[in-house]
């Protein structure tokens, strides 16, 4: 049997999945920030001067349940699954990945089982920031971004990174058997719209917070 790093799966699928979405154009050019200066709106000079409507949420109507791995999280279109197995020192641990693509983007929902020893280490913050450096060797990007958070009283973190070809933002969350991760990866900074924030935002994992 083939041995495979623990966690190499899901930390390579950024840059497996950009090929699949690339656009012509620079990717650099991407969503530019608002402007900071206000707008200001006299009503009682131009009544007819209106607020833009409200953009309606995103819609994420295909919901994914995993019951094996415990994790629920919404995606845009039908998801793919795809299920492995690494083969390694400490045993089989298998790993799932579903897949969701819309438009130039796609966007990824993974769970990677991990070695007891792995899971009883206390400081998560330092196991989610060796999950970051993990991700940025492997696919050779630089880090944009990041921060701590927490999702479903488990900590995590999120982070957004420029790799050859694209970006992509996720989130890592170490918790129950192993470590979840929720990605969209793209050819533009599209990867901060309100769709992608969405998605990420979406992961529920059951078993609540951890004692």
Same mark, same amino acid.
């Not at 969503?31 to 409200?54: C, F, G, H, N, Y």
């Given at each position: 049997?083939?041995?495979? +790093?623990?966690?190499?799966?899901?930390?390579?699928v950024?840059?497996l999945l950009?090929?699949?979405? +690339? /656009?012509t154009?620079?990717?650099?050019e991407?969503i530019?920030?608002?402007?900071?200066?206000?707008v *200001?709106?006299?009503? %009682? &000079?131009?009544p007819k001067?209106?607020? $833009?409507?409200?953009?309606? $949420?995103p819609?994420?109507?295909?919901?994914? +349940?995993?019951?094996?791995?415990?994790?629920e999280?919404?995606m845009p /279109?039908?998801? +793919?699954?795809?299920?492995?197995?690494?083969?390694? %020192?400490?045993?089989?641990?298998? /790993?799932?990945s579903y897949?969701?693509?819309? &438009?130039? =983007?796609?966007?990824? =929902?993974?769970?990677?089982?991990?070695?007891?020893d792995a899971?009883?280490?206390?400081?998560?913050r330092r196991q989610?920031?060796?999950?970051?450096?993990?991700?940025?060797a492997? *696919?050779g990007g &630089?880090?944009l971004?990041e921060?701590m958070l927490?999702?479903?009283?488990? $900590?995590?973190? %999120?982070?957004?990174?420029?790799?050859?070809?694209?970006?992509?933002?996720?989130?890592?969350?170490?918790?129950? %058997?192993?470590?979840?991760?929720?990605?969209?990866a793209?050819?533009?900074?599209?990867i901060?719209?309100?769709?992608?924030?969405?998605?990420?935002?979406?992961?529920?994992?059951?078993n609540g917070?951890?004692?």
């Amino acid at each position: 049997m083939t041995r495979k +790093r623990i966690g190499s799966f899901p930390l390579l699928v950024a840059t497996l999945l950009l090929a699949s979405c +690339r /656009t012509t154009g620079d990717p650099s050019e991407g969503i530019q920030p608002p402007s900071d200066e206000a707008v *200001t709106v006299d009503r %009682e &000079e131009d009544p007819k001067q209106l607020e $833009p409507p409200a953009e309606p $949420p995103p819609v994420l109507p295909h919901a994914v +349940r995993d019951e094996s791995s415990r994790f629920e999280v919404r995606m845009p /279109t039908p998801a +793919r699954l795809e299920k492995d197995t690494f083969e390694t %020192e400490h045993g089989s641990f298998r /790993t799932l990945s579903y897949m969701s693509k819309k &438009e130039n =983007a796609v966007f990824v =929902a993974t769970f990677n089982e991990l070695p007891s020893d792995a899971l009883a280490v206390a400081n998560k913050r330092r196991q989610l920031l060796g999950a970051r450096d993990g991700s940025l060797a492997s *696919t050779g990007g &630089e880090l944009l971004e990041e921060f701590m958070l927490t999702v479903s009283g488990h $900590p995590g973190l %999120e982070m957004a990174v420029r790799v050859s070809g694209g970006f992509y933002r996720a989130r890592i969350v170490i918790a129950n %058997e192993g470590m979840y991760q929720v990605l969209v990866a793209a050819d533009t900074e599209e990867i901060f719209s309100d769709l992608a924030t969405a998605f990420l935002e979406s992961l529920i994992i059951e078993n609540g917070a951890e004692p």
